[in-house]
């Protein structure tokens, strides 16, 4: 019997659609990411399970040590520099181009604004260093983080107001942060956690 | 066929005699580029869900800097009135009513303890008044624990409030 011959076909397939898909897809998260902004300080968020989520742009953020140092950052460049500028004309402080720029640079920051020009005159890496972010004042005698508050709503009023805490932050530094927004006016902020599974129990209940 | 296919074959110099060097192919193996682009193609994948934040949004009663503070959030009906006073040690302490006959009792963060207890309450009273007082020893992970509570036993009616000599005086005879 003679043998039935199968023709081979070749097992490589072409690539090139294939890469260009992914090198589309790739282009496309690229553009999309935005990174977690580098802070100077750990903190471990306490767990909930809200699921609402926090705006990309256009939010302000008070950050909380387990130490109680209390950190402002606020979100954008422009948003930045004209903050900065505020506060200069508000302190009749006279900041250079560079300070002004390294300020646009900085996403969070802890340091009366007595201390600021200092801090701006430092490289990158020393501007996260915990020594040289002793934390803003929130005392009612001296509360900058009111001012930094007021100033950044000034500047741009569509701010919305995010608190990021520690799970260990002592409850006072909590209540000082909270009475100062509301000083301010700003009644209704965000308090961010991390994602934790909602209990199933309690939709049984519910169905009962 | 894996291969992106540049060499220029045909009949473009055809005729004349002309000698030309040994064209080496110039097709290239694009596997190990594919390969790459979808690895970063993960990684931006998994970074950009997973880093986006949740928030708990929290509207805090307006403070009118008039009224003195004693007569702030005194409306609510008795009946309707519940207070956790958070304390320190993951601790919470719970009673009904005005804090003048207050039978308070102990609990804590877990499922047994606060919720079952706050379950119990809401269903009783379904539009129950929670109050949550935190004391200079709680932190900031049990108020979150406390708001949290109100979202999943479905509690719409709840106020950070600030916590008063009375409470104090109160969880110290326990």
């Known amino acids: 019997m ?6 081979r076909k070749s097992t490589t ?5 294939m890469c260009d898909v992914a090198f589309l897809l790739l282009t496309f998260f690229m553009l999309t990411t935005q990174f977690k902004s580098d802070d100077p300080v750990v903190v471990d968020l306490p767990k909930s399970i809200a699921v609402i989520k926090l705006p990309d742009t256009d939010i302000m953020t008070v950050t909380m040590t387990k130490e ?3 950190l402002y950052g606020i979100d954008g460049k422009f948003n930045r520099e004209r903050l900065i500028q505020k ?3 508000k302190y009749n402080i006279q900041f250079t181009e560079e300070e002004v720029r390294n300020f646009s640079l900085t996403s969070s920051f802890g340091v009366p604004i007595s201390q600021l020009k200092n801090f701006l005159s430092l490289n990158p890496a020393d501007r996260q260093a915990e020594v040289n972010n002793p934390g803003i004042p929130i005392d009612s005698a001296n509360n900058e983080l009111g001012v930094w508050v007021m100033q950044g709503r000034l500047s741009n009023p569509k701010f919305r107001i995010a608190i990021r805490g520690d ?3 002592p409850y006072p530094v909590v209540k000082k942060v909270i009475n100062t927004l509301q000083d301010k006016n700003v009644n209704k902020f965000n308090l961010i956690t991390n994602l934790e599974a909602k209990p199933i129990e309690t939709v049984v209940q519910k169905k009962q | 066929m894996a291969e992106l296919d540049t060499s220029q074959s045909g009949g473009k110099h055809k005729g004349k005699g002309k000698k030309r060097a040994k064209k080496a192919s110039t097709r290239v193996d694009l596997t190990p580029m594919v390969d790459l682009g979808f ?3 993960t990684f931006f994948m998994l970074t950009t869900t997973f880093s986006k934040p949740q928030t708990m949004e929290i509207n805090m009663p307006v403070k009118d800097k008039s009224a003195p503070t004693e007569q702030q959030g005194q409306d609510i009906k008795e009946s309707k009135a519940f207070t956790l ?3 320190g040690d993951n601790k919470v302490y719970y009673y009904s009513g005005m804090v003048q006959h207050a039978d308070p009792k102990k609990c804590d963060y ?3 303890g606060l919720r079952k207890a706050l379950l119990i309450k809401s269903h009783d009273v379904p539009d129950v008044f929670v109050s949550i007082k935190a004391t200079n020893d709680a932190n900031y992970r049990n108020v979150i624990d406390a708001l949290d509570e109100m979202l999943i036993t479905n509690i719409s009616h709840y106020a950070l409030v600030d916590i008063t000599p009375e409470d104090i005086a109160l969880i110290k005879k326990l």
């Open chain 2, 39 to 41: 690895l970063l193609v």
């Open chain 1, 13 to 17: 397939v072409d690539m090139t659609a």
């Open chain 2, 85 to 87: 006073i958070l304390a």
């Open chain 1, 2 to 7: 003679p043998k039935v011959k199968i023709p």
């Open chain 1, 167 to 169: 799970g260990k932050v």
């Open chain 1, 87 to 89: 506060i200069s004309e």
């Open chain 1, 68 to 70: 109680g140092r209390v």
């Open chain 2, 110 to 112: 877990s499922p047994e």
